[in-house]
């Protein structure tokens, strides 16, 4: 098994070390996936499905979308 790592930056962003994008065939602009379950995550390349469903629950999720909200959760 390898590993690789990657560091978060203030704003939780990090990047996607080399051997995982050539791994995972990413090029820039492309959608990733992330399978949570139990204490275990994986990273994987968005599938037309994933987008989708994303696309489909955004309505449902703009009620959340203010600036109370914002200033709420900023530190989640």
Known sequence: MKTSTSKLT?????TIPETVRK????SAGDAIAFDIE???I????????????????????E??????DEEAY???
């Not at 203030?10 to 990090?14: H, L, P, T």
């Not at 791994?23 to 990413?26: E, G, K, N």
């Not at 009620?63 to 109370?68: G, Q």
């Open 23 to 26: 791994a995972l065939h990413l």
């Open 42 to 61: 994986r990273l994987r390349k968005a599938k037309p499905i994933d987008l989708n469903f994303a696309k489909a629950l955004q309505s449902t999720l």
């Open 10 to 14: 203030s704003k939780y962003q990090a």
């Open 63 to 68: 009620e959340w979308d203010s600036p109370a």
């Open 74 to 76: 900023r530190e989640l």
């Open 38 to 40: 139990d204490n275990q």
